[in-house]
């Protein structure tokens, strides 16, 4: 399939785009204001300009502390015609953890946004970044203003452009995150674009011209920046949420249109504990792909939500690292629970821990295998560690069924081993999460001198729900009659808010230091 079967009036790309179709409104920012693809191309063309002016060369890192907005996606498309690294770091970090960001990256230029001044100062200055090397997004004390960088540049496109890609640092369960760098293609971003853009075309269902994308979560998180620059290759309207809620959510469904979207199960839960009456006042019928990924689902909560908005819910299973599963809305009907198979171009395998390949049916370490490849920076003992062959893992725990679709269980760091068996915290979860009185959920094993680990749950009430011992025993009951006991928690407690980051993953390794501590 050729990608120009994928144009916009025969336009490839975010590029070409603006340029045949510059009063074509891309992005709508948080605040409401439009910017056309004319007026993001020459913005992007200067910036570019601006990198290549001060020393940037193909293989450096930009690090940028920006929240949700046009100048986000400025910057991501510069640094992908000048083949350059993209570290886009998580605002919610201390400047501490910003500036070993900054300081592992080898970071060459650091854009920060002024909501974030005190972060990014203190994380500059422990990193030891020169200030020349740091700008602010419009202006922050002590920071060079971006209009600097920019000021004179030409609005064309630079020469010898290259394909660049994002350097995101992995969370991690011990020790400092790891940047994931990819490698880069060597090619045009033109030529990137028409080897990748019929993969994404063909797998997502997703069609050029008439699209209306909204971005609910953290683009510094890998699944939001990547469907958001798709979606400007593809010609779409990209609307922008700083940050999501659940009603705001739907209001702008309804408003724009949205035809697409990503999101993460949390959000799923928010927008279903709102008022049935809250729900049936917006018209969401525009929708045509709602992706999700980045924690399990569960079942119950998707049927729900299937049911709620049709079979718009597309379902993969991947990583920073690369390669993944996809499911459509009528296969996971078919299979509930499942992730999917390998997409285009990926396989995937289950592993023992000798490295033999399971039969369907049989947990194993799950591995991957994708085209593009990666290592982690400055770490090649752990880059090592996560390959057998060509094959990676992250560490997941899952089998295959006969027909080659993929069950995840849990993340192997995850796992409870409570009397010697095996106990796999995401089912006990999804389980808990479908009762009424919970709004959250997180379960554990803590440390027991009988059992080696006892299977704790720590709740989050729902809104108006009282904690305490007649609570514990229903959820006990309550996974009883859906679990086998051993499965079930042995401990119940409660905590005014679960720690969650921003892309809906519980803090899990707080939770264990939090509760094993007492």
């Not at 913005?43 to 046009?70: E, I, K, Q, Y």
């Not at 049989?362 to 752990?382: C, I, M, Q, S, W």
């Not at 809104?463 to 305490?468: D, E, I």
């Not at 996974?479 to 921003?502: M, N």
Request: glycine share 10%; with cysteine; proline share 8%.
């Amino acid at each position: 399939m050729s990608a120009r079967e994928h144009t916009v009036d025969g336009a490839l790309g975010f590029w070409e785009i603006a340029r045949a179709h510059p009063k074509r409104v891309a992005v709508v920012g948080p605040d409401g204001a439009e910017t056309t693809y004319g007026a993001l191309y020459e913005r992007v063309n200067r910036l570019s300009r601006g990198l290549r002016a001060f020393g940037l060369r193909p293989g450096d890192v930009v690090a940028v502390l920006l929240p949700n907005g046009t100048d986000f996606l400025a910057v991501q498309l510069a640094t992908a015609q000048l083949g350059l690294y993209l570290t886009a770091i998580n605002w919610h970090l201390t400047a501490d953890e910003i500036a070993y960001i900054l300081t592992d990256s080898d970071a060459r230029v650091f854009l920060a946004s002024a909501r974030f001044a005190d972060a990014a100062r203190a994380a500059a200055t422990a990193a030891g970044l020169p200030p020349d090397r740091c700008f602010g997004v419009p202006e922050v004390a002590g920071f060079r203003p971006l209009t600097e960088l920019v000021a004179g540049q030409p609005a064309d496109p630079p020469a010898d452009r290259l394909a660049g890609r994002p350097m995101l640092y992995t969370s991690g369960t011990t020790g400092r995150p790891k940047g994931v760098r990819p490698r880069l293609p060597g090619c045009e971003p033109e030529a990137d674009l028409a080897r990748r853009l019929p993969t994404v075309v063909a797998q997502y269902g997703l069609t050029p011209g008439d699209g209306v994308h909204l971005v609910v979560s953290p683009l510094y998180h890998s699944a939001p920046a990547r469907h958001a620059g798709w979606a400007l290759h593809l010609g779409h309207l990209v609307v922008v949420m700083d940050r999501f809620t659940p009603e705001g959510a739907l209001e702008l469904i309804q408003r724009y249109r949205v035809t697409d979207s990503f999101m993460v199960p949390i959000m799923f839960q928010r927008l279903l504990a709102l008022p049935e009456e809250t729900r049936k006042a917006y018209d969401t019928g525009s929708l045509r792909q709602v992706f999700h990924a980045g924690a399990p689902c569960p079942v119950e909560t998707k049927r729900r939500m299937l049911e709620w908005w049709g079979p718009v819910l597309y379902e993969f299973y991947s990583s920073t690292e690369g390669g993944g599963t996809f499911v459509r809305p009528e296969e996971w009907l078919a299979r509930p629970g499942t992730v999917g198979r390998a997409w285009l171009g990926a396989q995937v395998r289950i592993l023992d821990d000798d490295g033999r390949e399971l039969p369907p049916g049989k947990p194993g370490t799950v591995y991957l295998r994708n085209g593009d490849g990666f290592e982690y920076h400055k770490d090649p003992a752990k880059t090592a560690a996560a390959y057998r062959g060509d094959f990676f893992t992250v560490g997941d725990v899952g089998y295959l069924d006969e027909d080659g679709y993929l069950y995840l269980l849990d993340r192997r760091t995850d796992l409870i081993i409570s009397g010697g068996v095996n106990i796999y915290p995401a089912e006990v979860e999804g389980v808990l999460q479908q009762h009424p009185a919970v709004g959250d959920v997180v379960v554990v094993g803590l440390p027991d001198p009988e059992w080696g680990q006892r299977v704790t749950a720590v709740v989050e009430p729902a809104a108006g729900v009282a904690p305490g011992a007649e609570l514990a025993a229903e959820l006990t009951a309550f996974c009883r009659e859906r679990l086998a006991g051993y499965k079930c928690p042995r401990e119940v407690r409660f905590a005014e808010r679960l720690p969650r980051t921003p892309t809906g993953k519980l803090s899990r390794a707080h939770i264990r230091a939090e509760y094993a501590s007492g």
